[in-house]
């Protein structure tokens, strides 16, 4: 297939139509990102070129990351540039290796946060409308080729040509202007610029695509530039539909329980597209990273028996209950546990325990939250989280039972089993809080009892 090029008048239309579709018309503040490399002294060409005819009012911004030795140079170009145009330069200068290693971020990743928020800052001081960037159509097939080979379904969709977020307003209106018409633009107007030796090093997985896989590919097809930002606009345009149908479903069908989230369990009839949404947004929401895999993990527990849970991070877990998936943190086993006091309150991470008494029983029956105690048990009780394998014989029952049987009995899911508090003694446990008794704490008639009321922590 044979690549068409663009004139300098073309891509200047091509700018024009982005920018007047994104409302930069007169009266306007835009603020363009000027590195100093070919990209963006071109796309500084070309915002001069039209700043007459459309009447906005042009600002440039540089970004110094203080990585390269170089980097005094790059400024001290843009700003005799942006002189040499008339254009109100505002500059920005930081250490990003020094920040990167106390973020643990690559020094990439680095350096691409911290530009966009000097970007979006130096954007707030000066008003602008919106931020303009010199991404074009090759930036687009590396991104979407850098998203298969790292297996990232997001990069699939490019880069929009407007995109307004946690950065702020972005606009890049070259995105369909290819590097090669870059490059003859440049020519063509004899343009200067600075080179970034960075660029070449195929160590970054970025170069490599550039110059030896890209190259390849554009050797069998020459409009591939044109096909993949073709293609990263449908997958943006679908996404962009999708996303509007998750809305009323994050409403229907999320509940908030404490710092938890619970997923509800009619969200497994949803289609898996929108289901694996809600999840990525719930996830986003809480601050949870993790992988794709992982992110599908959590879609498919809707599908899976109770009890089923997958490790998130360092610090969550998503767990499949009765009633839904609930995403919370890591459940831990806990070792410790809480002597009650025989007389006064015993406070304990699941709730308070107050013992009052003795006093005859009249009505052994109580609320849930309640529990009499014969003096003969009153002696060394303590409270625990229930462990595996954890026994007692429920009041009436006639046989012994394990804890989890009887908590799944009384309707309690995964999650609320690992937090319901047991009280103990030296032979096993006596009640499970909320639950059922053991018929060792049977009372005959006015027998003299302790009464033993549970406080639960509540949730804000």
């Known amino acids: 297939m044979k690549n068409h090029s663009l004139t300098v008048k073309q891509i200047r239309n091509v700018v024009s139509r982005s920018l007047r579709n994104a409302g930069i018309v007169r009266g306007v503040l835009v603020l363009a990102a000027i590195s100093g490399g070919r990209d963006s002294v071109v796309l500084l060409d070309v915002l001069c070129a039209l700043q007459k005819k459309l009447g906005f009012t042009l600002y440039a911004?540089?970004?110094?990351?203080?990585?390269?030795?170089?980097?005094?140079?790059?400024?001290?170009?843009?700003?005799?540039?942006?002189?040499?145009?008339?254009?109100?330069?505002?500059?920005?200068?930081?250490?990003?290796?020094?920040?990167?290693?106390?973020?643990?971020?690559s020094l990439e990743e680095a350096a691409r946060r911290l530009r966009y928020d000097a970007l979006k800052n130096l954007a707030q001081d000066c008003h602008a409308s919106c931020i303009l960037?010199?991404?074009?159509?090759?930036?687009?097939?590396?991104?979407?080729?850098?998203?298969?080979?790292?297996?990232?379904?997001?990069?699939?969709?490019?880069?929009?040509?407007?995109?307004?977020?946690?950065?702020?307003?972005l606009l890049r209106p070259m995105l369909s202007v290819t590097r090669e018409d870059i490059d003859r633009y440049a020519q063509a107007q004899n343009l200067c610029w600075c080179e970034d030796e960075t660029n070449a090093d195929v160590n970054f997985l970025r170069n490599r695509l550039r110059h030896e896989t890209l190259v390849q590919l554009k050797a069998m097809n020459a409009s591939l530039d044109t096909g993949v930002g073709?293609?990263?606009?449908?997958?943006?345009?679908?996404?962009?539909?999708?996303?509007?149908?998750?809305?009323?479903?994050?409403?229907?069908?999320?509940?908030?329980?404490?710092?938890?989230?619970?997923?509800?369990?009619?969200?497994?009839?949803?289609?898996?597209?929108?289901?694996?949404?809600?999840?990525?947004?719930?996830?986003?929401?809480?601050?949870?990273?993790?992988?794709?895999?992982?992110?599908?993990?959590?879609?498919?527990?809707?599908?899976?028996q109770t009890g089923k849970q997958i490790v998130l991070s360092q610090d969550d877990a998503a767990i499949r209950e009765k009633s839904g998936v609930r995403i919370c943190?890591?459940?831990?086993?806990?070792?410790?546990?809480?002597?009650?006091?025989?007389?006064?309150?015993?406070?304990?991470?699941?709730?308070?325990?107050?013992?009052?008494?003795?006093?005859?029983?009249?009505?052994?029956?109580?609320?849930?939250?309640?529990?009499?105690?014969?003096?003969?048990?009153?002696e060394n009780l303590f409270v625990c989280l229930p462990t595996s394998g954890m026994r007692m014989q429920p009041m009436g029952l006639g046989a012994q039972k394990l804890l989890s049987d009887i908590m799944c009995d009384a309707g309690l899911d995964t999650f609320a089993r690992s937090r319901t508090p047991v009280v103990c003694d030296?032979?096993?446990?006596?009640?499970?809080?909320?639950?059922?008794?053991?018929?060792?704490?049977?009372?005959?008639?006015?027998?003299?009892?302790?009464?033993?009321?549970?406080?639960?922590?509540?949730?804000?």
Request: charged share 25%; proline share 3%.
């Open 61 to 105: 911004a540089h970004v110094n990351h203080g990585i390269r030795e170089n980097a005094a140079r790059d400024e001290a170009f843009v700003k005799d540039l942006c002189n040499s145009y008339g254009v109100v330069l505002l500059c920005e200068s930081m250490n990003v290796p020094k920040i990167r290693e106390l973020s643990g971020e």
């Open 329 to 378: 943190k890591k459940q831990q086993a806990c070792a410790a546990s809480f002597f009650i006091q025989k007389t006064g309150s015993t406070v304990t991470p699941w709730g308070t325990f107050t013992c009052t008494g003795p006093t005859r029983c009249i009505d052994p029956y109580t609320d849930p939250n309640c529990q009499w105690i014969g003096e003969d048990l009153i």
């Open 133 to 169: 960037t010199a991404h074009h159509a090759s930036d687009q097939t590396e991104t979407v080729l850098m998203g298969l080979v790292r297996g990232s379904f997001g990069m699939l969709h490019g880069m929009a040509e407007e995109t307004c977020d946690a950065r702020g307003r």
């Open 230 to 304: 073709q293609l990263a606009h449908a997958l943006q345009r679908d996404e962009d539909f999708i996303l509007s149908q998750v809305k009323p479903l994050l409403d229907s069908y999320i509940k908030r329980d404490g710092e938890d989230v619970l997923m509800m369990l009619d969200l497994a009839h949803v289609h898996e597209a929108l289901r694996i949404r809600v999840v990525e947004h719930v996830l986003q929401d809480l601050g949870i990273s993790c992988s794709q895999a992982a992110r599908q993990s959590v879609c498919d527990l809707f599908l899976m």
């Open 426 to 460: 030296a032979a096993g446990p006596l009640w499970v809080v909320g639950c059922r008794a053991d018929e060792r704490l049977r009372l005959k008639a006015n027998q003299k009892a302790y009464l033993l009321e549970f406080h639960a922590i509540l949730k804000e």
